[in-house]
């Protein structure tokens, strides 16, 4: 982890699931480690006690417009320069598409999305000047895989994978890389209220009858922020027990 070692990785939505199992990963590395929480400040200060104190858990809610700058600045102030980015945060809604508002479609894409976007604008006018970084968006296997009733969430988790490709485009003469993550079915509590039915549905095609965890989610997202992937960028990488194989 060289390449990021002097500075601060930030991960969105750190206090659970594959967030929560991303801290813990790099924490293990002795990385300086900032990460976010929406719902539960209990849960966030798990986390803190879980680290020792190797990640600190900031407030932030993606869909506020005005948050992005004073969140970057506040860490780079008390931990030092951000030089790892994880979009991990984001909310499912599911529902068929014919019977979705407007309202419902609009806040997944601009919270999924939306949300990634202007935080990942903050951290490159730090990043950019310095020409060092890595960014990993953790997308989902529902960006190329359908799914019926996510039609919201696999739009905005598509689109990440398409502002990955991209800003990978755009920033590899800056020295710093971009990449996503596609997790097929995790159990998280994001999805723990799906049915045996359909989670069974979704481990039907994996190759690996073990499946998916967080924790192995996580050892991918650390591989991509490290020097060991230096020559990996624009890259999407499903994390799915086989399930686009």
Not at 130 to 149: P, T
Request: with cysteine; charged share 20%; glycine share 10%.
């Amino acid at each position: 982890m060289r390449e990021i070692s002097d500075g601060v990785v930030l991960i969105t939505g750190g206090s659970r699931g594959i967030g929560r199992a991303i801290v813990e990963e790099l924490c293990h590395e002795d990385l300086r480690v900032a990460f976010t929480w929406r719902l539960s400040e209990a849960a966030a200060r798990e986390v803190e006690e879980v680290t020792k104190g190797r990640a600190v858990a900031f407030p932030f809610e993606l869909s506020d417009r005005s948050r992005p700058a004073l969140l970057v600045a506040e860490i780079e102030s008390l931990l030092g320069p951000i030089y790892g980015l994880v979009n991990n945060a984001g909310i499912q809604r599911i529902g068929l598409m014919a019977l979705t508002s407007d309202e419902s479609w609009d806040e997944v894409l601009d919270i999924n999305l939306g949300g990634a976007f202007r935080l990942t604008r903050e951290v490159l006018r730090e990043m950019v000047p310095r020409r060092i970084g890595s960014i990993v968006n953790v997308s989902s296997l529902s960006a190329i895989y359908g799914l019926a009733g996510h039609a919201s969430y696999a739009a905005s988790k598509a689109g990440l994978v398409a502002m990955t490709r991209s800003l990978a485009r755009e920033m590899g003469s800056r020295n710093i890389r971009v990449n996503a993550v596609l997790p097929g079915y995790v159990a998280t509590d994001m999805t723990s209220d799906l049915s045996p039915e359909v989670v069974s549905q979704l481990r039907a095609t994996e190759c690996l009858s073990g499946g998916v965890d967080a924790a192995a989610v996580a050892k991918v997202v650390k591989f991509l922020l490290s020097e060991s992937a230096s020559g990996v960028t624009g890259q999407a990488v499903p994390v799915d027990a086989g399930t686009s194989a």
